[in-house]
């Protein structure tokens, strides 16, 4: 992603901020926006959301201009690019458990889940094998330990073996009471029993790993919506790989449809993953990213923050 960063940061400065005189041509507009376009084509973001960026960047630099007459145009250019980056990863969201009227029409806003304590708080995971979900599961139950919440895991993945191994390897690295089966092979039940379990032991974060493959694609939605019913979860985290490039896009789709997540934690953030998928992908089902893994190991996990996310991108 520092490659994209230093694009876009590089079409600005170039075009615009080191260009002659005071004023900025509409050429130079132009070409600021094609070089900024062609760096997020070619870090996988979809075309469709980089012509509309184009757009908008676009018009707003005419509306803008035109009611600040007197003010800097390049610094108003730099700002607008800015905040249009930041548009495509940040959305307008609201704590579900405050006491406002949360029933008003404005689609934008998103309700963000936050635990409450001295209740059985319900998380379920979902994403594909490899995207980090078992490992991301570890780092969410060891943020939430560290903040006084009374935390287990369950494994909900009968179809790989080895699954409830990695789990509890990982939930004995970090202290977290953990819940599996060697025998069971009905992922439902063992999530069911997991969860009820931790409840009547008063836990009150319950984290859920799903399995991330089926033979058939089908089945593994068919068994989130199940799992899902089963333990009724209060939020559901998808885990993408911000490696996976154009494929995030769909992949997302595909999940939010079945499991309809309502966050997304970006994993492999720490390597030379180009990110452009999965700013597509967040901006395609309109799901606020909360986290960001940064590393393998339990707290190489970062709060998402969408205006440092584009500062940091930007250099
Ligand atoms: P799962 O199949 O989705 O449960 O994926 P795992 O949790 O097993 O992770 C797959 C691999 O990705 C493992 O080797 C993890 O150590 C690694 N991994 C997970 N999250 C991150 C991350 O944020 N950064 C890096 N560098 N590696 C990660």
Redesign the pocket.
Known sequence: LADLGRRINDAVNENIIKSGGSNVDSDSINLMLKEISNALLESDVNIKLVMKLRERIKKSIDVECEKNKSINKKKLIQKIVFDELCNLVDFETYEENNDNNNNNNDKKKITVFKPKKKQSNVIMFV???????????TKLAVYYQRRGFKVGLVCADTFRAG?FD?LKQNATKAKIPYYGSYTETDPVKVSFDGVEKFKKEKFEIIIV?TS?RHRQEEQLFEEMIQISNAVNPQQTIM?LDAAIGQAAESQAKAFKESANFGAIIL?????HAKGGGAISAVAATKTPIIF?????HIQ??ETFQPRNFISKLLG
């Open positions: 994403g594909l094998q490899g995207s980090g979900k078992t490992t991301s599961c699954a990695q790993d991330g885990v994993t492999k953030m720490d390597g960001i893994g940064t590393g393998e190489d996990l």
